[in-house]
């Protein structure tokens, strides 16, 4: 699975929110996690342990059908698999935001 245009735009748009978020306060530093449901059934994901409000595009990864981690990075343990039955359950909902304050 490689990235693709529209996963680089869904990467800037959970960049965007954690910055809105983080600035008002609603998400604290490296806790809570972040996704987006891409068309073809994949979701791009927050690294674990990343500041929400200082995301790069560096901090979102793309995982396989499984959702483990294609590279060295890794979401948190119950990240992946969490967001993936959110989706599923909720079929319009196209992103995931989930703050720990």
Do not use: Q, Y
């Not at 972040?34 to 595009?57: E, I, Q, W, Y």
């Not at 499984?66 to 599923?88: I, K, M, N, V, Y």
């Amino acid at each position: 699975m490689a990235a693709s245009p529209e996963f680089d735009r869904s990467s800037a748009e959970l960049i965007a929110a954690g910055r809105f978020l983080s600035d008002r306060g609603w998400v604290p530093t490296t806790s809570g996690n972040f996704s987006a449901r891409l068309s073809d059934g994949g979701l791009a994901l927050t690294v674990s342990g990343r500041h929400k409000g200082r995301l790069m595009p560096a901090d979102i990864l793309l995982p396989d059908a499984e959702g483990r981690s294609l590279d060295e990075r890794h979401p948190s343990a119950e990240t992946a698999l969490r967001h993936a039955e959110a989706f599923e359950l909720l079929f319009e909902c196209e992103m995931r935001l989930r703050s720990c304050p």
